[in-house]
């Protein structure tokens, strides 16, 4: 059964839900919750207003849209966002997805709400036979922790 539903986080709900643009887009379009500037040389955690449920063996990849990256000086500071099942609903956040942006020119760089940023893309994944993790997240971004 397919749980994959994205939703509008607890006072964001006039926050446009993401959408493919095309049939063979692989990727959802995921847009700022509000306008905003990334300075120069700052991460900045970007709100987008919405959340999503997924199934246990899923994940959302999150990428930075190519034309943003081309046509700006700026990156996912993370590379690739992981948005993993169980972060959906978490006590910290509600799962509230969050586009952390590294501006590396010199130059501000100005989003505006509704404009298509960064796209996630659903995808399963594997584990070993002899995995036994049986952790249970806590809050939101960041708290797996480190080992």
Request: aromatic residues 8%.
């Amino acid at each position: 059964m397919n749980e994959n539903q994205f939703e509008r986080v607890t006072g964001y709900e006039d926050a446009d839900l993401p959408v493919r643009k095309t049939e063979y887009a692989a990727g959802y379009d995921i847009k700022p919750y509000e306008n905003g500037v990334v300075l120069p040389h700052q991460t900045k955690l970007i709100p987008t207003g919405i959340k999503c449920r997924l199934n246990y063996d899923e994940h959302i990849q999150l990428h930075l849209r190519s034309s943003v990256g081309i046509n700006n000086d700026v990156m996912l500071a993370n590379g690739t966002g992981i948005i993993d099942a169980d972060y959906y609903n978490n006590d910290d956040n509600e799962g509230h997805i969050m586009i952390a942006l590294l501006n590396f020119g010199k130059e501000q760089v100005t989003l505006e709400k509704g404009e298509r940023v960064a796209q996630g893309i659903f995808s399963k994944y594997l584990i070993t036979n002899d995995d036994d993790a049986t952790g249970v997240r806590t809050g939101g971004i960041g708290s797996t922790g480190t080992m």
